[in-house]
Nanobody
């Protein structure tokens, strides 16, 4: 059974930092591109960023570019989202997603985590 488990969310002041972790189990992690999405109240789920299964190439939404960094450790079946210079508009539930052999850019991924809440106060 495949599981993706996010952790690391919480409450932080504007300008602060958080690091989210997504731990995968039950899958051959190194064959999956991994992505992060977020969903704020009353809004649609949106793409935040992704990292490829092979080259480790990353891709980010314009709204987070230069502030967020995605990395992965295949030995630990884990992907990270380092979030710096956080803004109140970054407040959302953050989800990780996995897609095998293809880039994560859209919502039709193979697996999703349950999400972790990030709240940025002004």
């Amino acid at each position: 059974q495949v599981q993706l488990a996010e952790s690391g969310g919480g409450l932080v002041q504007a300008g602060g930092s958080l690091r989210l972790t997504c731990a995968g189990s039950g899958l051959t992690f190194s064959t999956y591109s991994m992505g992060w999405f977020r969903q704020a109240p009353g809004k649609e789920r949106e793409f935040v960023g992704s990292i490829s299964w092979s080259s480790g190439r990353t891709n980010y939404a314009d709204s987070v570019k230069g502030r967020f960094t995605i990395s992965r450790d295949n030995a630990k079946n884990t992907v990270y989202l380092q979030m710096n210079s956080l803004k109140p508009e970054d407040t959302a539930v953050y989800y990780c997603a996995a897609k095998r052999w293809k880039p994560v850019v859209l919502l039709d991924n193979d697996y999703w985590g349950q999400g972790t809440q990030v709240t940025v106060s002004s």
